[in-house]
């Protein structure tokens, strides 16, 4: 038998890792080792809540003898892209365009009349009302 070493595994959110992560020493190891998940739907489970969860990797020796190790993941929350809240009601979204938006740019609409014609346009719509009361 051998010793193991543990390896924390620090994984993002819904990734589940391979459990040789968690073992710190694999070239010391002998070569055909193999590990697995003790419980692969506890760790499938537990990579969905970030946090810190204890899992058992079993560790398989070439000639069919079985060691167990506990290891920690330390699961992130999934990355949510690469926005930047500044504090200051504006946010900054960079894209996959090269590109940088801010919601503080605004674009200019169109100027489509002059600035009395709307007035207008509600004082005809207001006359049609009354001749048809």
Do not use: C
């Not at 051998?2 to 994984?11: E, K």
């Not at 459990?19 to 080792?33: R, Y």
């Not at 020796?61 to 809240?85: F, K, M």
């Amino acid at each position: 038998m051998f010793n193991l070493w543990r390896a924390d595994i620090h994984q993002p959110r819904s990734h589940v890792p391979n459990p040789s992560d968690g073992i710190g020493h694999k070239p010391d190891l002998p070569g055909g080792t193999k590990y697995q998940w003790k419980d692969p739907q506890k760790v499938q489970d537990d990579v969905n809540t970030p946090g810190d969860h204890d899992e058992v990797i079993v560790v398989i020796y070439p000639d069919g003898q079985t060691s167990e190790i506990t290891v920690t993941i330390h699961v992130t929350p999934a990355d949510r892209g690469n926005g930047d809240n500044n504090g200051n009601g504006n946010i900054t979204i960079t894209g996959n365009n090269n590109g940088t938006t801010t919601n503080a740019q605004k674009q200019a609409l169109p100027q489509t009349g002059n600035e009395n014609s709307s007035a207008i346009g509600l004082g005809i719509a207001g006359l049609k009302r009354r001749k048809n009361d």
